[in-house]
């Protein structure tokens, strides 16, 4: 009964190729998440979502971007993936009024 | 600039021993702190945060805003408690980011 769902956990991509990565939950959170964690590196957010509010990060390439079409699903696609796109990409949720986090297993992106 | 900084990348202890992962952090603000925890092949996982002040799995971690630090700790380490932790922040209510530190793996020695 995994709460946080991420497909593919793992993805090959090319260079330059487009992807989409996908997080869906069962929690009814209003709040979900993505961060890109590199080898050895923090988990850093790129965006999130209150509810259909869009909030994206200073510093998140225009390369990344994100829909959330309902509750349950946010995807995010890469439009042009580089060879330092490399990574794990962590999708998690929170729920209104917790600040608990549920993360996702991740999926871990190799480009070449 | 905030920032969560956790100076260890690696602790070694051996069963038994007392365990202290050290995160300090930047934030101007009040803001929440929490510790995640992640053991091999699973997914990462809210441990504790500092408001609640529990005690989860033997762990405590009080939040000191004169050092500006919340360090984990637990008296006598578990072979169990082998995992990489992460120490993160949160702003004030209504705010929904989060800030991580870059971690420290624990391992615990037979």
């Known amino acids: 009964d995994a709460m946080v769902i991420q497909n593919p956990r793992y993805q090959v991509t090319q260079f330059g190729k487009p992807v989409t990565l996908s997080c869906s939950q069962t929690?009814?959170?209003?709040?979900m998440y993505w961060y890109q964690q590199k080898s050895s590196q923090a988990p850093k957010l790129l965006f999130h979502y209150y509810d259909k509010d869009f909030n994206n990060e200073a510093d998140t390439p225009d390369n990344f971007q994100s829909r959330r079409p309902n509750t349950s699903f946010c995807f995010l696609d890469i439009r042009s993936p580089g060879l330092g796109d490399a990574a794990m990409y962590l999708c998690?949720?929170?729920?209104?009024?917790?600040?608990?986090?549920?993360f996702g297993p991740g999926t871990r992106l190799t480009v070449t | 600039a905030q920032r969560v900084t956790q100076p260890e990348k690696l602790l070694s202890v051996f069963k038994g021993a007392p365990v202290e992962l050290k995160c300090n952090y930047s934030?101007?603000?009040?803001?929440?702190l929490f510790w995640y925890v992640q053991y091999s092949r699973q997914r990462l996982q809210l441990l504790l945060r500092?408001?609640s002040r529990e005690s989860i799995k033997g762990f405590t971690a009080d939040l000191n805003k004169g050092e500006t630090s919340f360090h984990l700790k637990k008296p006598f380490a578990q072979e169990e408690d082998s995992a990489m932790y992460y120490c993160a922040l949160s702003g004030a209510s209504g705010t929904y980011k989060y800030i991580f530190g870059t971690g420290t793996r624990l391992k615990v020695l037979a």
């Open positions: 500092h408001i």
């Open positions: 934030y101007s603000g009040s803001p929440e």
């Open positions: 929690l009814n959170h209003n709040v």
């Open positions: 998690a949720t929170r729920g209104q009024g917790s600040y608990e986090q549920y």
